[in-house]
């Protein structure tokens, strides 16, 4: 019998579909947000490495479930998030014009 380890987190369903493909699985519950966020903090960036590596937008969907997970888990909901996003999108800007800036002399 092979192990093999990953001490990360997964998707909800991912316990049963291992169970389903005749595996068994090993998992705990995290129950404390100090480690909830840490987890989530790891798994935002694989799932950002994942993106950068394949540049599939599904990857990116990924990113996007993790900064739901981060945000609801800090006690916001993701509405109260986007507001805030759009705040600082009308103070600063957003990415539409595509600005790369080069240097600043002083």
């Given at each position: 019998m092979a192990?093999?380890?990953y001490n990360?987190?997964?998707?909800?369903?991912?316990?049963?579909a291992i169970v389903e493909?005749?595996?068994q699985a090993v998992t705990t519950v995290l129950?404390?947000?100090r480690d909830i966020l840490l987890a989530l903090d790891e798994k935002l960036d694989e799932e950002v490495c994942d993106y950068q590596?394949?540049?599939e937008l599904a990857e990116l969907?990924?990113?996007l479930e993790v900064i739901h997970?981060?945000?609801?888990?800090?006690?916001?909901t993701f509405?109260?998030?986007?507001?805030?996003r759009l705040r600082k999108r009308e103070a600063r800007g957003g990415f539409t014009k595509k600005i790369l800036l080069q240097e600043i002399i002083e």
């Open positions: 192990r093999r380890s990360k987190l997964v998707r909800d369903k991912v316990p049963s493909g005749g595996d129950e404390k947000k590596v394949t540049k969907a990924d990113v997970a981060i945000v609801e888990t800090s006690g916001m509405e109260e998030f986007d507001a805030m």
